[in-house]
């Protein structure tokens, strides 16, 4: 069965960087995409940005552009995700999800079909 | 960039009741939404792409509608287990972004 399943919980000071994985599994790796959403505690879904698990190719927001670099690594499909220069508004939990791409007529679609439990990221000195 | 209101913030409902929440996208996005619920403590589940392509599996009382700049989730008959916090989510070409989310409430 599909399953992604992000590293470890972590604590960090502003200013550090952290990276999370994401290991996919029950699946081919590299016909799916890797999508990266957070949520600081009691606040709404933010979305951060994609990677395909072909060809590496990412789209993230502009508000991470800096910060974050996406890749993957399809010889263990894993994806990882690295935020840099954290502040303390980073504090959050973080999920993976397989990004869908579909055709239908005279269109594309987009959705996500399986998460990960999410890790929490805590930014604090 | 595009901006999603999502509408209303949260509801107050009963089992049985017919409910619609809405997104607005400040331009047009053709059919790019999908809809997701979340439970406390759980990570977020697909109900509907494409606007309005329910998921397999996903009960037929959920529908969604809409397309260019307004979109609809509708639960027809709620359910004990559909009090939850849904999302909207676009995925047109620009940066992708979800609704500020819906909560949906015990009356």
């Known amino acids: 069965q599909v399953q992604l399943v992000e590293s470890g919980g972590e604590v960090k000071q502003p200013g550090a960087s952290v990276k999370i994985s994401c290991k996919a599994s029950?699946?081919?790796?590299?016909?799916?995409?890797i999508g990266w959403v957070r949520q600081a505690p009691g606040q709404g879904l933010e979305w951060m940005g994609w990677?395909?698990?072909?060809?590496?190719?990412?789209n993230n927001v502009e508000k991470f552009q800096d910060r974050v670099t996406m890749t993957i690594d399809t010889s263990t499909s894993t994806a990882h995700m690295e935020l840099r220069s954290l502040r303390s508004d980073d504090t959050a939990l973080y999920y993976c999800?397989?990004?869908?791409?579909?055709?239908?007529?005279?269109?594309?679609?987009?959705?996500?079909?399986?998460w990960g439990k999410g890790t929490t990221v805590t930014v604090s000195s | 960039d595009i901006q999603m209101t999502q509408s209303p913030s949260s509801l107050s409902a009963s089992v049985g009741d017919r409910v619609t929440i809405t997104c607005r996208a400040s331009?047009?996005?053709?059919?790019?939404v999908s809809w997701y619920q979340q439970k406390p403590g759980e990570a977020p589940q697909l109900l509907i792409y494409a606007a309005s392509t329910l998921k397999s599996g996903v009960p037929s009382r959920f529908s969604g509608g809409g397309s260019g700049t307004e979109f609809t989730l509708t639960i027809s008959g709620l359910q004990p287990e559909d009090f939850a916090t849904y999302y909207c989510h676009r995925y047109d070409s620009g940066p992708w972004t979800f609704g500020q989310g819906t909560k949906v409430e015990f009356k």
């Open positions: 999800a397989r990004v869908v791409r579909g055709d239908q007529l005279y269109s594309v679609y987009y959705y996500m079909d399986f």
């Open positions: 029950g699946y081919h790796f590299s016909s799916y995409g």
């Open positions: 331009q047009g996005i053709k059919n790019y």
């Open positions: 990677i395909s698990g072909y060809n590496g190719n990412t």
